[in-house]
């Protein structure tokens, strides 16, 4: 009987870390891409000094309210395919069919809330000028900069 409750407990260990390493592996590249984007909160908070005008600032906030209301549902989707698959894995046996299906699950709508997020980064990204990119990326060496002295 202990063998058993083992390799359950053993089996539930391997799908969370499975799912975690599966989780981090896409944030890492993702950190590695945010020289290259601009988030709409960024470039609202410095649309003066960039010179964004009312079109591009109207078109951002548009872009951003749909994308997030699509943000939203999909939160709402995760939760569920949280609960579900923390339901699958509380079982006395695991059905490791039907855990790792919800966890694919689960790991598919995250796929989709990145490239949702993407999608609105490149959207907005595409909407600036080269000169407003230029001032935009100067003004992150700056908070960067000024970030790093704070921690010395």
């Known amino acids: 009987m202990k ?10 260990k391997t799908v969370i870390i499975l799912s975690m390493i599966l989780m981090a592996a896409p ?15 960024l470039v609202i908070r ?15 906030k548009q872009t951003y309210n749909e994308s997030q209301q699509k943000f939203n549902n999909l939160k709402w989707e995760i939760s569920d395919a949280k609960v579900s ?11 490791k069919n039907l855990a790792i299906g919800h966890l694919e699950d689960l790991l598919e ?6 490239v949702l997020r993407m999608d609105l980064y490149i959207e907005v990204k595409n909407k600036l000028t080269k000169q407003q990119q ?12 000024k970030r790093s ?4």
């Open 3 to 12: 063998s058993i409750t083992k390799k359950l407990k053993d089996m539930k």
């Open 27 to 41: 944030a890492f590249s993702q950190d590695e891409m945010k020289e290259n984007i601009y988030p709409p909160a």
């Open 46 to 60: 410095y649309k003066s000094n960039i010179n964004l005008t009312p079109e591009q600032e109207e078109f951002i």
């Open 85 to 95: 698959l923390n339901e699958a894995l509380s079982a006395s046996k695991v059905n």
């Open 109 to 114: 709508l995250e796929r989709k809330i990145k």
């Open 134 to 145: 230029q001032k935009l990326d100067e003004m992150r060496r700056k908070i960067k900069n």
């Open 149 to 152: 002295r704070r921690r010395k």
